[in-house]
């Protein structure tokens, strides 16, 4: 997913009287000894409402005790079946419960709000002025978007549909909506240059669709309608069969964006956008490992005359996620083959202190058994400095193939997770043929 896309910082705290939202180290609620099961916690389906820029971004949960202690399942159902994220870091203290969120640096900061609801917020540390959004949340089997009436004819929004976005300052990236509908269900996702919105799921509703995803880092909203919205500019001539949709991410982010059906949509090749300046064949580089704390260098003798894949990532990017959750045991399954992968990761913060931690975290939760190095801040001004032999840089993930004489042999943008259905069975594909063609020279 494209880092750049706008994030704008709440400037001020939300006043709903919660405990310890300051920061990972200074929270009260998770200073508390023992971190107990708190009874807010219902086990159970629940579902979610974040309110932010005037809507309303719903998710569903599920609580469960497992070992004596309570876990939160984040659910994202999509084209190719259920995501299921688990959150186990929970702890308590007085009336609020600190729900950390996987592998990011947020939570959810929750107290009983009557039965078997709760009040609180979703709260990103990982910003530079960690920012808080309102939340609540009722216990019980529930649809994701409340079924509503409609005069209208129900429409058809599955397929495959070539989409434009354009932020409000008129900036525009190409997109490919692929969606799948049953009844009024609708689950899908967006594809772009620079990776994919993952897995979304929503309603119809007449002419209208809705579709929603959170996974701890990232609440998004897309919503659309079959025809131009009111009022008509007379001066436009619109297409049948166009959609015209907003997108709502976190706390400010917003996009519009149009589609119309399209099965041949077609992105630009993603093994062209990033490539390396005149006349350079190799990187060079030497970052310090998160784990041992040595350097970690693509010319180490434990990589010489091996297949290298490095992987450029944050612990903050859900993109990347989806690649770890590839890669990890896609190493543990090929590494005696003779191919080794390399990690990199930007981070929010250059201080080593503070974002090595957060790397550590994304290798333990992964079980990632490759080495993991810490290369900087996470922007593209960052990565140009540090891997100075690439002309350009885009987005994260982006996965560089060397071939067992260290050479560059392709740079590979995005990445095309399992929200994407066939999508992402292509990527896998694509990687292992890059992988296999290498091993064999």
């Known amino acids: 997913m494209n880092v750049f896309s706008p994030y704008l910082l709440a400037t001020a705290a939300l006043a709903l009287g919660l405990a310890g939202c300051s920061s990972p180290s200074t929270s009260s609620s998770e200073t508390a000894a023992g971190g107990a099961a708190p009874p807010v916690l219902v086990p159970g389906p629940w579902r979610g409402v974040l309110a932010t820029q005037g809507q309303e971004i719903p998710f569903l949960f599920e609580v469960k005790t ?13 084209l190719s079946g259920e995501e299921r994220l688990r959150c186990d870091d929970i702890k308590s203290a007085g009336d609020s419960t600190t729900i950390r969120l996987h592998a990011f640096d947020a939570a959810l900061v929750v107290r009983a709000d009557g039965a078997d609801k709760l009040k609180g917020i979703w709260v990103k540390y990982d910003s530079k002025t960690p920012y808080r959004v309102p939340l609540t949340a009722t216990a019980g089997a529930q649809e994701l978007f409340p079924a509503t009436k409609s005069a209208e004819k129900m429409g058809d929004f599955g397929g495959t549909w070539r989409a434009t976005f354009r932020d409000d300052k008129g900036a525009s990236y190409p997109a490919t909506g692929v969606f799948a509908q049953a009844g009024s269900r609708l689950t899908g996702t967006f594809l772009t240059t620079t990776g994919d919105y ?18 701890g880092s990232h609440a998004f909203l897309f919503k659309a309608q079959n025809g131009p919205p009111e009022p008509i500019d007379i001066t436009k001539e619109y297409a049948p069969n166009t959609l015209f949709g907003d997108f709502y991410s976190g706390i400010a982010g917003h996009e519009t964006w149009t589609a119309v059906p399209d099965p041949k949509a077609k992105l630009p090749d993603a093994d062209t956008l990033v490539y390396l300046k005149k006349g350079e064949s190799r990187l060079n580089f030497k970052f310090p490992n998160v784990v041992e704390g040595s350097s ?6 434990k990589y010489r005359g091996k297949v290298v894949v490095l992987q450029i990532l944050g612990s903050w990017c859900p993109n990347c996620m989806d690649e770890t959750n590839f890669l990890a045991p ?7 083959r003779g ?4 990690g990199l990761g930007y981070e929010r913060s250059g201080d080593y202190a503070v974002s090595a931690p957060k790397l550590r975290n994304m290798r333990e939760r992964f079980k990632i058994g490759y080495d993991v190095a810490f290369a900087g801040v996470s922007n593209k001004d960052s990565v140009a400095r540090s891997l100075p032999q690439l002309a350009k840089f885009l987005a994260f993930p982006t996965t560089i193939f060397l071939d067992k004489k260290g050479n560059v042999r392709k740079i590979h ?6 929200g994407t259905g066939k999508y992402y069975q292509e990527e896998l594909a694509g990687f292992n043929r890059e992988v296999d063609k290498l091993l064999k020279e």
Request: hydrophobic letters at 30%.
């Open 66 to 78: 497992e070992a004596g202690k309570p876990v939160v399942y984040l659910l994202n159902p999509g």
């Open 198 to 215: 993952r897995y979304l799921s929503g309603q119809v509703s007449g002419q209208k669709m809705s579709l929603s995803t959170f996974d």
């Open 296 to 301: 970690v260098s693509p010319t180490d003798p």
């Open 330 to 336: 896609w190493y543990q399954q090929n590494k005696a």
């Open 339 to 342: 191919v080794e992968v390399i």
């Open 413 to 418: 943008t995005g990445f095309s997770g399992p």
